[in-house]
C-alpha cells in the first residue's frame, strides 16, 4: 500500500475510547486515516455522504444489525469494503457475517491481524477502483483502436482459426474486395500464394499455439483476381470482442531494418535507447505475468557523476560514458539487453539466470568497472558504479513497480557509499531488511559520537502579526552520500532507544542557536519534535531545565511538539510532562490535530498551545471546500479555547489566502519558504 495513502474509515462503533485506540494503532503502524463514527443508521448515512469512507469497521454490539448497514452501502452505490470488528472468532458467526456481506473480520486483540485485514481490503478495494477505470479506459481505447484501423492505410486484418473476423478498408481495397461480407467467414490462406500456403499455414498454427515463432516473414500475397504481390505480413496476438484472435497486417515495402535498429540505439553509448529499453522491459513483464522466470531488471550508475564530470569537464563526460556502457556490453549474455535510462543510467534485463548467476554478473561488473582504467580526453580516471535491482516474478509483473523497485534498490546502494549492489528480492526481504537496519543503526552510534547530525529550519508565517520570528527545527543527518531525512533513521533509532539522545542533541543545539539570536537582539521562537521515548524519561525535563537556566533564554522559547496520535496512547504520562513543562515555562503544540475522531476532547486533558493542523486537510485545499469548511471549524473552537492554530504544508497562494480567511493563525510551506540549514 502507497505510504500517502490516507484510509478513510467509518467506525460503526458504540465506544469512542476503542475507535480511538484503533485509530492510534495505524497511525503508529504509517498508515494515514481519516475517520469518522456512527452509532445509528441517519449517522451512517451521514457519513457515507460526507466522508465517502474507503471501509466500514463494523462492531456487532454497535447496536446496529448489520444487514442494515450492509443495506445502507448498497443504496450508496459506492465500492465500500464491509469488515465485522470482534474480540474473538467462532465459526457459526463468521459464517454469519460473511452471508450478510463483510468481506473479513478482524480481531480487536490481534492488532497486527486487524492491520493486515484492513491493508489487505484497502488494497483490494483499490484494485476493484483502478480495474474499473481500466475497463472503462480499455473501452474507450478499442473504440479509438476500431477508427484508427479504419482510416490506417495498411491492410490490416483480424484473423480467428484461420478465417477472418475483421478487415480495414485498405485490406479489403488491396486485395480487391468490395463489401467485408465478402471475407467473412473466408480463411486467410485464400490470401497467400500457393507456393507460400504451406510456409504461412505453419506459422499461423504456431501463433495460435502461443509458440516460439517468427513474427514477420516475406511471401507472395493473392487478390480476389488471383494476380499477386511481394509482401511483409506481420503478426501480432490481439482480441476480437473478447475472444483472442491474430493481428495480420500486410506491407508492400518493407523497411529497411538496419534503419530501425539505428533509431533504436543511443548515439553516445550504442545501446538501447530509452524507448526501446522502457519496451523491453514491457515485453519482458508480459512473459512474467505469463509464467517467465528467472528475469531480473538491474539499474547501473557511476558513482559520483557529478563530481567527475566536474572534474573531466563536460566535453568528455560523453566519451566516458561510452567507455563505462562497453564494459557493461561486454558482459551480457545473448538473451541480455541493456538500455540508456536516464542522463548516466544504464538498464539491463538479464534473462533466464539463477540467482547465484545473477550474483556474480553483478559482482563481476562492479569488479571489471573497478579495476579498470578510463580514458576521457588527455586524463586517465578509475570509476566506481553502484548497482540496484530487481528480480522479476509474477508478482511484481507490472513496469512501473518493478522499475521502483529497482530505483530504491539502487538508491539504497548509494546510500551505503558506493561501489555496491542491492538486489530487491520478495523472499530475502526480511534478511535484506535486517542488514540494511544494521547499517543505519553503525551510522547513527556514529553520528552520535562523532557531531554528524545537521539542523535546518522552516519559518513559520503568523497571519495575524504575531511579534518575532517562529521557525520550525529540522534534523538531517550526515550520510555517506549526503545529508539524510529523519524518516530514514529516527524509525530503527526509536527500536534501538536512542532517541532521547537524538532530542538532547537537538534541543542543545537549538538552544545554543536561540541564545546567539537573542544576542543579536532577534526574538524568536523554536518548534521542537519530542519522542515519546524522551517524555517518558525521568532525567530529561530536568536536564532541559538545568540548559535552558544555563542558557538564560526567555520563557516560551522553545515548543516543545508531538503528534496526536501519540499523545493519545500515552495521555496519562504525557499530561504528567506537559504539566511540568508548563509549569518551567515551556510550550508545547499538537501535530496532526484534527485527525482524531474527537480531537478537541483531547484538549481537556492536554494543555496545547498551539494546535498543527492534519497535513492531509491541505492536500489540493481549493479544491476541496469540505477541507476549507473542516479547517474553519478547527479555527473556531481553537480561539474560543485560547488556543492558536498552524497549517503545514502550505503549496500555493490560493491555499494561504484560505487558510486566512479559515482564521488560521500560522502558516508553513515549502511555498512560503524552503527549510533552510541553522547557522
Partial sequence: MKKDSVIKILFVEKSVEDAEQIISLLRNAGIAVRPARATQADQVQAALDELEPDIVLFDPAAGLELREVAHLLDAHGRDVALLALVNQLDTHSVAEMFAG?????????????????????????????????????????ERRCDALLDSSTDPIAYVHEGMHVRANRAYLETFGYEEFDDLLGLPVLDMIGTADAEAFKNLLRAHSRKEKAANQVELQARRADASTFKATVEFAGATFEGEPCLQIVFRRQQVDPALIEQLQRDPVTGLFNRARTLETIDESVAAAAKGKKGQTLLLIEPDNWQTIVAGIGLGQADELLAAFAGRISALLGESDMAGLLAEHTIGVMLDSRSDESIKQWIDGVLQSIASDIFDAGTRSITVTASIGGSLLGEKNANAELLLNQASQALRNAQSQGGGRSELHDPAAREKAEEERERYWLQLLKQALEQDNFVLYHQHTISLQDAEGEYSEVLLRMNGPQGEVLPGFFMPIAEKHGLTPAIDRWVLNRAIEMLKARDGQGVQTTFFVKLTAQSMQEAAFLPWLEDRLKRAGLRQGQIVLEMTESKVVTLLRPAQEFITRWKKMGGRFALEQFGSGLNSFQLLTHIDADYLKID???????????????????????????????????????????????????????????????LM
Avoid at 493486515?116 to 475497463?135: D, G, I, K, P, Y
Fill in 101 to 141: 456481506g463483510v468481506r473479513g473480520t478482524a480481531l480487536r486483540t490481534q492488532p497486527k491481524q486487524l492491520i493486515a485485514v484492513l491493508q489487505r481490503e484497502f488494497e483490494s478495494l483499490h484494485t476493484r477502483r483502478q480495474v474499473r477505470l481500466l475497463e472503462a479506459a480499455l473501452r474507450e481505447s
Fill in 615 to 677: 497535513r492531509t486537510y491541505m492536500n489540493q485545499l481549493p479544491q476541496h471546500p469540505e477541507n476549507q469548511k473542516k479547517i474553519g471549524e478547527i479555527c473556531v473552537q481553537a480561539h474560543e479555547m485560547k488556543r492558536l492554530t498552524v497549517a503545514e504544508w502550505v503549496e500555493d497562494a490560493t491555499s494561504t489566502s484560505l487558510l486566512f480567511a479559515c482564521g488560521v493563525d500560522f502558516v508553513q510551506g515549502n511555498f512560503l519558504q524552503e527549510p533552510q540549514r
